[in-house]
């Protein structure tokens, strides 16, 4: 199998040789999707005068269909026998990974040819960072994958002053501070990951970026995007196919979120707001991105389940 390499730029401007690995974790993936992506990658690296190692982890299944996908030279696949969420995976991926650099990627995401040489670029502006590019889908500013919020009622009020300020950020060449890196797309130090953990694994989808984020930064780590780093993010593949799971993931993450980085009295708030929010949507369910009624009904089990706790076990569905 061959190894990988990426260059980044030495104290003199020039490419020295280093090298990467790209991490993907697969849940029943979308083929044709997963071959967008892959391709993308490949030819990112290649248009930055490198080539890379590939790591796929897949959670619960070995698909013959997947491994025509991701059976090339320089590819390595590992399968887990039940689906252990994507902190689980994407942990095991970056033990296993040979490069000094990780680029972790989701299998919705798909690069720009100049994606890899700019998230390089941003990564030198500081020694210990996380770099993720500016997210789009279909070329609107992803807002959430950037940005802490601790309350739906907190997002409503903020959202559009923090969306105006990353858009005039994206015209901008230079990387900018955020308050969250997105796991969809993220490099860093291999050597910094493993450190850092990378992720929770009691967030089972959903929710261990943010986490990682919020202890990254509070160990100094600088938390960037770069605005040319071109990414178009797929949204809504995962909740198209498996609308209850991510539902209940989802919902979960952000109470587990709470508990973990907020006073006690502030995460039951939080719950009770969970509750009346969900109870209310449900007459517009359908018109949202959190889907149905039926998908919605998740996030009861979660609200209930946590109840006045200050810890749960690692979620599982």
Not at 81 to 103: D, H, I, P, T
Request: aromatic share 6%; proline share 3%; net charge neutral.
């Amino acid at each position: 199998m061959s190894s990988c390499v990426i260059s980044a730029p030495d104290r003199d401007g020039e490419w020295d040789m280093t090298d990467i690995t790209v991490c993907l974790v697969l849940f029943d993936p979308n083929l044709p999707l997963l071959e967008q992506v892959v391709s993308s990658a490949r030819r990112s690296a290649i248009a930055a005068g490198v080539t890379a190692e590939f790591l796929f982890v897949e959670n619960g299944r070995q698909s013959q269909d997947v491994l025509k996908v991701v059976s090339f030279d320089g590819a390595r696949v590992l399968t887990n026998q039940l689906n252990e969420g994507f902190a689980r995976a994407m942990n095991w991926a970056v033990s296993e990974a040979k490069g000094r650099y990780c680029l972790l990627l989701n299998p919705d995401a798909i690069l720009d040819e100049q994606a890899v040489s700019e998230l390089m670029h941003a990564l030198q502006q500081s020694h210990a960072a996380l770099v993720c590019p500016l997210m789009r889908s279909e070329g609107t500013i992803q807002i959430d994958a950037m940005t802490l919020w601790s309350s739906s009622t907190g997002r409503i009020m903020a959202r559009n002053r923090k969306l105006r300020r990353l858009e005039r950020a994206a015209r901008s060449d230079s990387a900018i501070r955020v308050e969250k890196v997105s796991g969809g797309v993220l490099l860093a130090l291999t050597s910094h990951l493993r450190d850092l953990g990378p992720f929770d694994e009691r967030f089972f989808l959903y929710g261990e970026d943010a986490d990682l984020s919020i202890r990254a930064a509070a160990r100094g780590f600088a938390l960037l995007a770069a605005p040319g780093a071109g990414v178009n993010h797929i949204g809504g593949e995962s909740s198209a196919r498996h609308g209850r799971l991510v539902e209940a993931a989802r919902q979960d993450a952000a109470l587990r979120l709470c508990a973990y980085h907020k006073p006690y009295l502030y995460s039951l708030a939080i719950r009770l707001e969970a509750l009346f929010v969900t109870l209310l949507g449900m007459p517009f369910a359908g018109r949202s991105t959190s889907g149905s009624s039926r998908v919605r009904v998740a996030r009861f089990p979660v609200i209930r389940q946590w109840g006045i706790h200050r810890d749960l076990e690692r979620f599982s569905p």
